[in-house]
């Protein structure tokens, strides 16, 4: 599709398993972030993308949240050890980044993985 | 610095009233101003976007104010329907959107038929 895909859509979990979300970007999107809203709450952001590397991890709440990014694309959030606090969607975005005189701005979302953790 | 603040946090608006959401910043080094709007179940999607250079911009009936020298920025829908219903998130970035975004809090709309 020509949008960001994010899989799976809802996942329902125990306390204590670990989980992984998927993030597949629009094609040619340099820039992937990953974003957390929990219910009735902003956009916390958590982690950005840049290529494979991670210029700033600084939202990662804990050590039980990691990322990665290979090929300059898919990319996936682990959560390990899962806590009932860890409940939320879990968005992600990507963007163009920067290219020259080519640079946009926009955020192009995913509809999200809806986590619950029980 | 990083925060965005916004407000209010909901809003009821009669149908072909105006709905007015403010919001806040702290780091002169933002650039950039984003307005996105989110459906329920849906991923936000950018609305309308601002940079520093120009006091407001308009794009049918969604219009940006940006007021510099007092870091705040706000969103106008004029003529309010019952479609604007949703969510909007005002964000603030710097490297012309480079950078991470930090977003406001969300407001909820509720546009009343």
């Known amino acids: 599709g020509a949008g960001v895909s994010q899989s799976p859509s809802n996942k329902v979990t125990e306390k204590g398993k670990d989980v992984e979300l998927r993030c597949d970007p629009i094609?040619?999107?340099?820039?992937l972030y990953w974003y957390r809203q929990s219910l009735g709450q902003g956009l916390e952001f958590l982690i950005y993308?840049?290529?494979?590397?991670?210029?700033?991890k600084s939202g990662l709440p804990s050590d039980r949240f990691s990322a990665e990014r290979t090929g300059g694309s898919v990319s996936t959030l682990t959560i390990q050890r899962t806590q009932q606090e860890d409940s939320a969607v879990y968005l992600c975005?990507?963007?163009?980044?920067?290219?020259?005189?080519?640079?946009?701005?926009?955020?192009?979302f995913g509809e999200g993985s809806r986590l619950t953790v029980l | 610095q990083q925060q965005v603040k916004q407000s209010p946090q909901s809003l009821i608006v009669q149908k072909g009233g105006i709905s007015i959401i403010n919001c806040a910043y702290e780091?002169?080094?933002?650039?950039?101003f984003p307005w996105y709007q989110q459906f329920p179940g849906k991923g936000p999607a950018l609305l309308i976007a601002i940079r520093p250079d120009v006091s407001e911009k308009k794009e049918g009936r969604f219009t940006i104010s940006f007021n510099k020298s007092a870091k705040q920025f706000s969103l106008h829908i004029m003529d309010s329907q019952p479609g604007d219903s949703a969510t909007y998130f005002c964000a603030a970035s710097k490297g012309s959107g480079t950078y991470k975004y930090i977003f406001g809090t969300g407001t909820r709309l509720k546009v009343l038929a």
């Open positions: 975005a990507s963007s163009r980044g920067t290219s020259g005189s080519s640079n946009t701005g926009e955020l192009f």
């Open positions: 993308f840049q290529g494979n590397s991670a210029p700033d």
């Open positions: 780091n002169t080094a933002f650039d950039y």
């Open positions: 094609s040619g999107h340099t820039a």
